[in-house]
């Protein structure tokens, strides 16, 4: 008796599809963690770019720099600058996820490299891409955000990127501003975030249900961008400091990353390297948690429903 041998079943995607699902999820998550989470962005770069304590605009907490807002600039000011995020965040978390797990890939290909190293230079590697594209949005953004005029007083994003554009070119003074600290944030950020998350998930035994599971990678995720945001932050502040005004009108003050931080430590101390801390980690803390878990849970659904 002769056996039948059933065919192979095919696979339900192929390659470039995968990987356009997977650059599809990363803007989901994107999206979905600037539109809950901006205002604490926000909030982070004010104080970071306020200086010692002669600054008339100083907020001496978060309570206060919320209620100075809400009462001189209105509601509608905890959303100033959101619109270069979500222009730019589908694409920038796209490429940050998309672009680490290509890394992976080409990194796993090295068989001496232990599987943990592999994850934390895939995560420095995809943050020193997304932060090439990332930064003129950084800038524009910065700018915006800077700016203490009421909401419905302040230009538009496009005439924001226009009046960068004209009056400083897209070089190191203009769209590229605050290139290396950049840099500095998303490379660091990234590879502790990564890195922290895909080996502790992989270490810690998954939960017997449905939602102790997605509490369990919640709780990872938020501990990994609560870390790299402690880690990062001197990086941060340089940029808001390269980016945002500069303390004499015409005058530049801060011009690179490491000099920018030398001169914020000798002038002002260490804490001042870490402003802006609490509303980071407030938003990139659950922030952290919501994009890993949207961009997994996104990509499941596409595959099984495209």
């Known amino acids: 008796m002769t056996s039948v041998v059933e065919p192979a079943m095919a696979p339900k995607h192929n390659q470039m599809k ?4 997977q650059f599809a999820a990363g803007g989901c998550a994107g999206f979905v963690e600037v539109s809950l989470m901006h205002p604490l962005d926000l ?19 978060l309570a206060d720099c919320f209620k100075k807002m809400y009462r001189n600039e209105g509601a509608l000011s905890f959303y100033k600058g959101i619109l270069p995020p979500l222009m730019a965040e589908t ?5 940050k996820f998309f672009t680490f797990e290509r890394y992976k890939e080409a990194f796993s290909s090295f068989k001496a490299l232990p599987e943990s190293s592999i994850l934390f230079m895939s995560g420095l590697c995809s943050g020193l891409t997304e932060a090439v594209i990332i930064n003129p949005f950084e800038v524009v953004k910065v700018k915006l955000q800077a700016d203490r005029h009421a909401f419905k007083e302040q230009g ?9 554009i004209k009056n400083d070119g897209f070089g190191r003074r203009g769209m590229n501003k605050g290139l290396t600290s950049t840099l500095g944030r998303h490379g660091v950020f990234n590879m502790i975030y990564f890195g922290f998350y895909h080996n502790v998930r992989d270490l810690l035994p998954q939960a017997e249900t449905h939602g102790l599971e997605i509490a369990r990678k919640l709780l990872i995720g938020f501990v990994s961008g609560t870390i790299a945001s402690c880690v990062n932050i001197p990086f941060d502040v340089a940029k808001s400091r390269i980016q ?12 690179t990353c490491l000099a920018t931080i030398a001169t914020v430590y ?11 801390l609490l509303p980071k980690i ?3 803390g659950p922030g952290g948690a919501i994009m890993l878990l949207v961009n997994e849970y996104a990509f499941e659904w596409m595959k099984e429903n495209l």
């Open 18 to 21: 995968l990987h356009t699902m």
């Open 43 to 61: 909030i982070k770069t004010r104080f970071q770019i306020q200086r010692g304590p002669d600054d008339p605009h100083r907020y001496t907490s």
């Open 91 to 95: 694409p920038k978390r796209a490429v």
């Open 156 to 164: 538009s994003t496009l005439a924001t990127a226009r009046e960068i």
């Open 244 to 255: 945002g005004p500069q303390p004499v009108p015409g005058q530049i003050k801060y011009r």
């Open 266 to 276: 000798r002038e002002e101390g260490y804490l001042a390297l870490y402003k802006g």
């Open 282 to 284: 407030l938003r990139l």
